[in-house]
């Protein structure tokens, strides 16, 4: 499929930009608050409107500071810092990764020297990128007519809004869908043609994830340091692997939510998400020394929630002291912190001497031809028959679910579609179940399978 296209929300801190992201995404994701500066992560979002689907990407509020002797003084208050580098860090990677910005200003303050500021960082980074003005807490006829004045910010596009009354914020997409359309973007949901390998490399910092693509490369293509943090961008490199194209994706390490600091290391999380969503399997480096740790199930959940595939890599395995039964208990901890993980496989590697790097292309290739397998639906509602044999459907009261037969509907990932006599009734242990049975007769090793149901021609089954 197409990418989705990226809008960002840019802003001076506490002009409602948290609010408006939660307008536009349909749930209140992000946190909002009156104290400047609350958004501190970054989040991000899914909004559909007019026909097209787009990602939102909602960020922490821009403070500029000038130093003393220039047009307008601002002294840093006690205990702050000065966000200059980061503001502009902030501003260049929405400028090259946003397809729309969005400037969220306040109409009851009107045109302040920050929002000028931020005005002539985004025309020195986004010049070919559409910048909309979304004039916030217009919130009454005084406010709305205010709001015009922001025309003087020098953009053609200025919305009105209240995104707390949700006033203005559907002529405002309007002007996202149009200026969306103005771009090269495919915005069709027609099937992408270019179906090769792609293989993004995540985990946390200092991991080894530029020693294992540079290996996977034999020459030194990205910067390796034992400083975390090195690599801000997801960088594609492509390769030729047993006379087919593979596309190999490194990124920025993902530290846990409260490390991520503001400005440029924010982004640098937004183009691994990025990553994720476009590739098909994804590496996840886990350190041997250090173990699976927290962050890692977070990383690994994101893979899953993206419906990608996933294989495990332990590198610095050449670090860990060993003996017979090493890498099999290794094993049965793994299992045990990715439980939630769909069969993936583990491999035991050191980025640094080359151990079993062969198997890691090797390894992902065939997970990848996992998420093309197809099931016939006679095979598929064979494994359903035996299913409802070992372990009859639920009852809730009454009412017992009711399985009538299904078929695999997609790939890439597998969807599974169920018809039942009542949506209701399928328990999400039974769901489990299922699932269960489907692997233990083709694994669908490391990739996730969607289970649908839906009743019978539309209809409950009374």
Request: hydrophobic letters at 40%.
């Amino acid at each position: 499929m197409p990418r989705k296209p990226l809008v960002a929300l840019v802003g001076r801190p506490n002009v409602g930009k948290s609010t408006l992201f939660n307008r536009l995404v349909g749930e209140r994701l992000a946190v909002i608050d009156s104290i400047p500066g609350t958004t501190r992560d970054r989040i991000q979002g899914e909004s559909f409107w007019n026909g097209v689907t787009f990602n939102i990407i909602d960020t922490g509020g821009i403070e500029v500071y000038q130093p003393k002797g220039t047009r307008d003084v601002r002294p840093l208050a006690e205990g702050s810092i000065d966000f200059v580098p980061q503001i502009e860090g902030q501003a260049l990677i929405a400028a090259e990764d946003a397809d729309v910005i969005i400037l969220v200003v306040d109409s009851e303050q009107g045109i302040t020297a920050a929002d000028q500021d931020i005005v002539n960082v985004l025309r020195r980074h986004a010049q070919s990128k559409p910048i909309l003005i979304a004039a916030n807490k217009a919130d009454n006829p005084q406010r709305n007519n205010d709001a015009f004045e922001f025309y003087g910010l020098g953009f053609e596009r200025v919305y009105p809004i209240s995104a707390f009354h949700n006033l203005g914020v559907g002529d405002m997409l309007d002007g996202i869908v149009e200026a969306l359309q103005e771009t090269e973007l495919d915005l069709s949901d027609e099937e992408d043609e270019d179906d090769h390998l792609k293989i993004a490399i995540v985990g946390r910092p200092n991991v080894g994830k530029s020693s294992l693509i540079n290996h996977l490369l034999g020459e030194e293509r990205t910067i390796v340091s034992p400083l975390a943090g090195t690599t801000r961008d997801a960088i594609d490199t492509e390769i030729q692997w047993h006379n087919m194209p593979v596309t190999l994706i490194d990124t920025a390490g993902i530290r846990r939510r409260g490390k991520i600091e503001p400005g440029v290391e924010k982004y640098s999380v937004l183009r691994t998400m990025k990553a994720i969503e476009r590739c098909d399997v994804a590496l996840l480096l886990v350190d041997a020394v250090d173990g699976v740790t927290e962050q890692d199930q977070h990383i690994a959940g994101y893979i899953l929630e993206a419906n990608k595939s996933v294989v495990v890599v332990v590198n610095k395995w050449d670090l860990v002291e060993k003996d017979s039964h090493t890498m099999t208990q290794y094993l049965d901890m793994m299992r045990e912190k990715f439980n939630f993980l769909p069969n993936a496989p583990a491999i035991f590697i050191s980025a640094l001497t080359g151990q079993r790097i062969h198997q890691v292309l090797e390894t992902a290739n065939r997970i990848w031809e996992t998420r093309s397998f197809r099931i016939s639906t006679s095979e598929l509602n064979r494994i359903l028959r035996d299913a409802l044999q070992k372990h009859p459907p639920p009852q809730k009261g009454t009412r017992q679910l009711k399985i009538y037969f299904a078929s695999q509907v997609a790939v890439d990932p597998p969807v599974f579609l169920f018809h039942v006599n009542d949506t209701r009734l399928v328990h999400f242990t039974y769901k489990r179940f299922l699932e269960n049975q489907i692997r233990a007769v083709y694994s669908f090793e490391g990739t996730p399978i969607i289970l649908s149901f839906r009743p019978r021609d539309g209809m409950l089954d009374k």
